[in-house]
């Protein structure tokens, strides 16, 4: 009888906790779908993780940022970053490519606007879930290096991640975000699952 009690408590528990996991994931992938639907990422990706092919990334993201802000400083929109960033990919290439080579590298660059995954990233005081997000990307040689990412849209990008002047792209990620979303990219913590067995 005993034996019964204990292994019907048992298929309770792992009933609850099963169906608490579901919720939680159900949850979180519906957060992350809110985010990924209102933002738009840059990723560039190094040939290698060699100290000349991150150097050769870095240049590339010094450089590179300046030139969209330029494109992008006006546009009040995710669409309207989009459609100029889709409109600009051959000039950006060029530019790209332009950078590998003062930095002394003759990889290839090829540059696309498309939905990319990411894993759980940390920028500034935000830590974006896994998941597909839209991102142009900059791909260089064969773009197995250790990567960098920031936020186009809202514009999240600082070549300086010590120093972030990042007010206007806060507030606008903020309100294009629910609060339940916007909260869940400042919460650090992951969630453990703890027993008591009594």
Not at 25 to 36: D, H, I, P, S, T
Not at 104 to 125: M, R
Not at 132 to 155: D, F, T, V
Request: contains cysteine; charged residues 25%.
């Amino acid at each position: 009888m005993w034996k019964r009690i204990g292994i019907g408590v048992l298929s309770v528990m792992l009933g609850l906790t099963a169906a608490f996991t579901l919720g939680n994931y159900r949850k979180q992938k519906n957060l992350q779908e809110e985010v990924a639907g209102q933002v738009i990422r840059f990723h560039i990706l190094a040939n290698s993780d060699s100290c000349q092919d991150q150097k050769v990334k870095l240049t590339v993201r010094q450089a590179m940022i300046p030139v969209i802000e330029k494109l992008t400083g006006t546009v009040k929109t995710r669409e309207e970053t989009r459609k100029i960033l889709k409109e600009n990919l051959a000039s950006l290439e060029e530019q790209a490519k332009a950078e590998v080579l003062a930095a002394g590298s003759t990889d290839q660059v090829h540059i696309q606007y498309d939905t990319a995954y990411f894993p759980v990233k940390t920028y500034g005081s935000y830590t974006f879930p896994e998941g597909n997000y839209e991102a142009l990307q900059i791909k260089i040689g064969g773009a197995r290096g250790h990567n960098w990412w920031c936020m186009l849209y809202p514009s999240l990008c600082f070549s300086d991640a010590l120093h972030p002047t990042l007010k206007k792209g806060q507030e606008v990620l903020h309100r294009v975000l629910s609060d339940e979303a916007y909260l869940s990219l400042l919460e650090k913590g992951e969630v453990h699952l703890t027993f008591r067995w009594f």
